[in-house]
C-alpha cells in the first residue's frame, strides 16, 4: 500500500518538470520574417542591395568584335568551268570520258558523226580549188595586162576574184579549225575536246544519241576545276554592312565540323530579293584537297564590330508580342524595359532601342523578375 505522501510528492515533481519545460519554451521566439523584395511601377529592389543567387549580368558594348553567321551553299566556280555543247548536229559515235576524270586541256571528249561537218569540209575543199582557179587566173591576167592584151579593169577584176576566193578559203578554214575538225579530207568526224584542264562532274550523253546545236537542252559534258569553289549567300539586307568585296570569311561544313575553310568575298549583289528582304552575296574558296563539295551547305562566319547594341538572347524575353530586358540601375535593383531586337546571330540579338552602351542588362534572370513585378500588380 502507498503512503498518501508519496503520491503528493510525484504529482509535485511533475508540477515542477512541466513548469520548466513550459519556461524553456517561452524564451524562443518566432523566427523573424525573411525581407522580401520591393516593387515600384517597373523597378524591382532587393533588400540590402543584395542579389539575389544565380542572378547574373552582362555590359551592353557596341563596338565589340562579333561573329556574325550567314548560311550559304557551294557550288561549281564558274570562271573554272566549262559547258560543252556540240557545235554541229550529228550522232554521238563514241564516249571518250566518263565522269569523275581529269582531264587536260584540248583531250577528247566524244567522237560525232555529221553531215553537216561533212558539208563544211567539203566548203573548204571547194574554197580551196576556187583559190588555186583564181589565183592561176590573176597571175594570167597580169601577164596579158603586162603585156598590153587585156585592159586594165579585167586585171583588177581578177585580182577582186582573187582576194575573194582568199577570205572564202580563210572562213571555211577558220570554222572548222575551231573546233578541231580536219581541213585535210572530207571524214564527217568531229572529236569534242576539253577547253580547259579539270575533272567531268557531269555527262550528259550516250553512245548513239542524236545530237542538234538548235535544240539547248543540257550540256553534254561540264568540266571544272574543283580546286575552287564559289560561296552563293542570302545575306539579310540589315546584315550587309559586314560584307564587302575583299572581306575575309570562314566557312564551316556538317562533314567537318572541327576544320574552318578560309574563303574571301568577291561579289555582292545590286538589288534585294523583294521577299526575302536578302542580297546575293558571292564569295570563293579554295578546295585544294577538294574536301568541300559542290551543292554542299555551310555556314559562313565573319568578324564584324557592331555599330549597334547588342546582348546576348538570354538578356531579352517576350511579354506579349513585346520584347523586354532588365537593366540594372544599381545592385539589387533592376528596371524592366521594353526594346526593339532583331536577330544578329543564334546567341545575339542587336538592340534597336532601349538600351545604351555600357548599361548593364541581366543574363538569365528576366523571367524571375518578371513573375515579381506580374504578381505585385493588381
Known amino acids: 500500500m502507498i503512503p498518501p505522501f508519496s503520491l503528493s510528492s510525484r504529482t509535485l515533481a511533475c508540477g515542477v518538470v512541466l513548469c520548466a519545460a ?189 545530237v542538234r546545236p538548235d535544240v539547248q537542252g543540257p550540256p553534254l559534258f561540264v568540266v571544272t576545276d574543283p580546286g575552287s569553289l564559289w560561296v552563293s549567300l542570302d545575306v539579310d539586307e540589315t546584315r550587309l554592312a559586314a560584307f564587302k568585296a575583299g572581306a575575309q570569311i570562314e566557312l564551316q561544313a556538317a562533314a567537318w565540323p572541327d576544320e574552318r575553310f578560309p574563303a574571301t568575298v568577291t561579289y555582292v549583289g545590286e538589288a534585294v530579293d523583294a521577299a526575302s528582304r536578302t542580297v546575293k552575296v558571292r564569295a570563293r574558296v579554295s578546295n585544294p584537297e577538294h574536301k568541300l563539295k559542290a551543292e554542299m551547305y555551310v555556314n559562313a562566319m565573319i568578324q564584324t564590330t557592331g555599330a549597334q547594341p547588342q546582348v546576348p538572347t538570354d538578356a531579352v524575353f517576350l511579354r506579349g508580342d513585346q520584347s523586354y530586358t532588365f537593366v540594372q540601375q544599381a545592385p539589387g535593383r533592376y528596371e524592366r524595359r521594353g526594346v526593339k531586337v532583331r536577330s544578329a546571330g543564334p546567341q545575339t540579338v542587336t538592340v534597336l532601342d532601349g538600351v545604351k552602351p555600357g548599361e548593364k542588362v541581366v543574363m538569365g534572370g528576366g523571367l524571375y523578375l518578371n513573375q515579381l513585378l506580374d504578381a505585385a500588380q493588381p
Open 22 to 210: 513550459l519556461a524553456g519554451c517561452a524564451k524562443h521566439e518566432a523566427p523573424a520574417p525573411e525581407p522580401k523584395p520591393t516593387i515600384s511601377g517597373d523597378v524591382v529592389s532587393f533588400p540590402n542591395q543584395a542579389d539575389p543567387p544565380g542572378l547574373r549580368v552582362v555590359a551592353v558594348d557596341a563596338n565589340a568584335q562579333r561573329a556574325l553567321t550567314v548560311p550559304g551553299r557551294l557550288g561549281w566556280d564558274e570562271d573554272h568551268t566549262v559547258r560543252v555543247w556540240t557545235p554541229f548536229g550529228g550522232r554521238i559515235e563514241r564516249l571518250r570520258a566518263v565522269v569523275g576524270q581529269t582531264v587536260k586541256r584540248g583531250d577528247a571528249l566524244a567522237d560525232i558523226v555529221s553531215g553537216d561537218i561533212g558539208q563544211a569540209q567539203a566548203d573548204l575543199q571547194k574554197a580551196e580549188a576556187d583559190l588555186r582557179l583564181s589565183r592561176s587566173a590573176a597571175e594570167r591576167a597580169r601577164e596579158l595586162g603586162s603585156a598590153g592584151i587585156m585592159a586594165a579593169k579585167d586585171v583588177q577584176q581578177a585580182q577582186a576574184d582573187l582576194a575573194r576566193n582568199q577570205a572564202e578559203r580563210a572562213r571555211a578554214a577558220a570554222r572548222l579549225s575551231q573546233y578541231g575538225v580536219s581541213t585535210n579530207a572530207v571524214n564527217q568526224s568531229l572529236t569534242l575536246s576539253s577547253p580547259l584542264a579539270g575533272v567531268v562532274v557531269e555527262r550528259n550523253a550516250n553512245p548513239g544519241a542524236e
